[in-house]
Nanobody, 126 residues
């Protein structure tokens, strides 16, 4: 069974940092590409980062909008993927989701992922 649970959202001032967590079921964590998406009010869901967990490669990719500010990493002992967000901007505000599936295409597209967590809210104020 594929399970994804996000946590770590909250409110922060512009320039601040937050770390999101996505804890997956063991099979999901070890076998799938895990990605981070976000959705601002009134906008489409946007892929921001991915980490390829297939065969333990750990390859990471980032959208241009977050490159250099966001970092995704993994904790194998906890079956958890993290999204460390730094130098946050008001335009980073939105609901953040982790998603998983068997492929790790670029660019990240919502339709390529079948499994989703419930989301965690991030609010960046100026």
């Amino acid at each position: 069974q594929v399970q994804l649970v996000e946590s770590g959202g909250g409110s922060v001032l512009a320039g601040g940092s937050l770390r999101l967590s996505c804890t997956a079921s063991e099979y999901t964590y070890r076998s799938y590409c895990i990605a981070w998406f976000r959705q601002a009010p009134g906008k489409e869901r946007e892929g921001v980062a991915s980490i390829d967990r297939r065969s333990g490669s750990g390859d990471t990719r980032y959208a241009d909008s977050v490159k250099g500010r966001f970092t995704t990493s993994q904790d194998n002992a906890a079956n958890t993927v993290y999204l460390q967000m730094s130098s946050l901007k008001p335009e980073d505000t939105g609901m953040y989701y982790c998603a998983a599936d068997s492929n790790c295409y670029t660019p990240l597209q919502e339709t390529d992922f079948r499994y989703w967590g419930q989301g965690t809210q991030v609010l960046v104020s100026s």
